[in-house]
Every structure is written in C-alpha cells, then in structure tokens.
C-alpha cells in the first residue's frame, strides 16, 4: 500500500467533506466562527485517530456481526475523553460547541473511516488515513469557519472587527450552505479544469 497516498488522500483526492460529502451536520452547525471550527476539528481528529488505531488493533478479534456496535462502543470512548477534557481545560469552548462535541460519536467520517479502512488495514495504515483524514476535515471546517466569521462578523478568531457592515446571512444556517457550495463548487471546477488538461496532453501525445 501506498503509504503517502493513504495519508494525503483526505487532503483533496477524498477530503471527507469536499469530495465524500459525509459529516456535515457538525461542521454547518458549529462553522460559524474560527475558534469553534478549529475547536471542533481537533475534537473530530482526535477521536478519528485514536479510533481509527484501536479498531485496527483488534479487528482480528472483533466478531464480525457485531462490529457496528463494538466500533461505537470505541468511538464513544474518546469522545467522552475529548469531551472531559475540554471541559476542564477549554469550558468556553466546550460550551460553545455544546452537543455537537458529544455527537461525535455518530459522525459519519469516525464510523465511516473505522468501517472502510481502519477494520480491514493494519495499525499503521490506519493511523496515517486517520491523521489525513483529521486533517483534511480540520482544514475545511477552519477555512468555512474563517470565510463565515470575517464576512458575516467582520472578525477572525475573535479579532477586533475589521469591517465595517458584514453580511449577517453569512453567520446563520444559510451561511454555511452557501459557503460550503461555493468551495465545493471551486473544487469541482478545478477538478475539471486538470482533467481537461491531462486529456489535450494525452491527445498531443498519440
């Protein structure tokens, strides 16, 4: 296996967000500011590491009609870790960000990367997709965050306002649709934009 590709594929090739489009309740809901963006993505990425790693380690004993259950059983584990850690280190935070810390536990990314990946690759393999994967999703979910905060409140990371009248849309539900469609739509065009190039060069080629 290719071990740089598995730890940058949740970059950009499969970005859990941008291209796989899974765990997105999360991070609309929680995105409308940098500081809980990054706050939650260190939470996901936590979990999503530690998880990833355990599961792996003891997938050979893991009866297989039960694993959705024992990888729950996993994942909640660190989320009640990274959620009383929190708590005590970072309560502003912590109680900014609410339930959505706790609802990791059925955050499509963790169960989906334990199920696809971490079950049936070993310990190593499953750390880096972990930390890509983490890290692919911190880096999305701080970028909305970002964009939301500084237009919709003239702000970045709690900063003294910098503009004079943001658009309020920009911070409520829609904002996050609105910001996630148009990254996602950069994306696709890029996207699109290099395999029409690789075509004309493979074309002159022939």
Request: glycine letters at 10%; one cysteine or more.
């Amino acid at each position: 296996m290719n071990r740089l590709k598995t730890l940058t594929n949740g970059l950009i090739r499969e970005n859990p967000v941008l291209v796989l489009m899974i765990g997105l309740c999360p991070l609309l809901a929680v995105s409308n500011n940098a500081i809980n963006a990054l706050g939650m993505g260190i939470a996901a990425t936590f979990v999503l590491i530690c998880s990833n790693v355990v599961i792996s380690l003891i997938r050979g004993v893991i009866p297989d009609q039960i694993r959705i259950p024992v990888f729950i059983v996993v994942i909640s584990t660190f989320v009640t870790i990274i959620d009383l850690m929190m708590a005590s280190y970072l309560p502003p935070l912590h109680k900014s960000l609410g339930i959505f810390v706790p609802l990791i536990v059925v955050n499509c990314i963790i169960l989906g990367r334990g199920e696809a990946f971490a079950y049936r690759n070993r310990v190593f393999d499953a750390l880096l997709d972990g930390i890509g994967m983490g890290v692919g999703f911190t880096l999305v979910i701080v970028l909305i965050g970002i964009i939301r905060e500084v237009s919709g409140n003239g702000t970045i990371f709690g900063s003294a306002r910098f503009i004079a009248h943001p658009a309020m849309i920009m911070i409520l539900p829609p904002g996050a649709f609105i910001t996630i469609g148009s990254l996602m739509g950069i994306l696709n065009w890029t996207r699109n934009r290099q395999s029409e190039k690789d075509m004309i060069k493979k074309e002159e080629k022939e």
